[in-house]
């Protein structure tokens, strides 16, 4: 089976970051981004890249870990910790899922008990103690992508050749909506609605609202 590796989206607090780390997703041959929690998040720094990433949505940690364990999947947590591994050293040994830290507060205890082992990214300057989460998920991803031997994509002049769009997406790779999901997801609309990351809104035809706008002609 070949090296896969995934990005999963629980609690980064910039809404605009999404849309950000889903072009870095792209630009290092992510297989899948899952989000956990709220579906609806704001795709603006994206550059239209999403349309090239798939898309899953669970609405537990858990959930989302037996996912990747069913298919042999390391969980990678990007963190400073008495364990962490520099990240250019390349610990890696299969197919990785790599959990980032909210900006402010960093990985939580229910986030770090899901991961099987921590890298950090190591600085050489004192100006800052943390990088961005989108720049740090950049340099780990392309880290992994060096390690994995991911082929290193064609270029024209001086940018890198984007490849057809692909045909539109479907909703399969979503849980599927059945009554006790609904409820589910309304629980986890009120668990996170302070925490900035998803639309708040309320409006279902937001243009933040890039899943539903994904799958907008997709009846349940």
Known sequence: MAVESYVVVHNIAKRHNVGTLARSATAFGVSELILVGRR???????????????????????????????????????????????????????????????????????????????????????????????????????????WAGFPERSRDGNKFIVAEKPVKQTRRSFCAETADSVIEERKCRKEHASNGFFDESGNENSSSNLLDGLFADVKL
Do not use: M, W
């Open 40 to 146: 609806e998040f704001n795709a603006f720094g994206s550059h239209g890249s999403t349309s090239h990433l798939r898309f899953r949505h669970f609405h537990s940690l858990q959930d989302a870990r037996l996912f990747l364990k069913e298919r042999d999947c390391d969980i990678c947590g990007v963190e400073i910790t008495d364990d962490a591994l520099p990240v250019n050293h390349h610990p890696f040994t299969k197919s990785t899922a790599f959990l980032l830290g909210n900006e402010g507060t960093g990985l939580s205890a229910k986030e770090l008990e899901i991961c099987d082992f921590f890298v950090y990214i190591p600085q050489y300057g004192g100006g800052t103690a943390s990088l961005n989460v989108t720049v740090a998920a950049s340099i780990v991803l392309h880290q992994f992508g060096v």
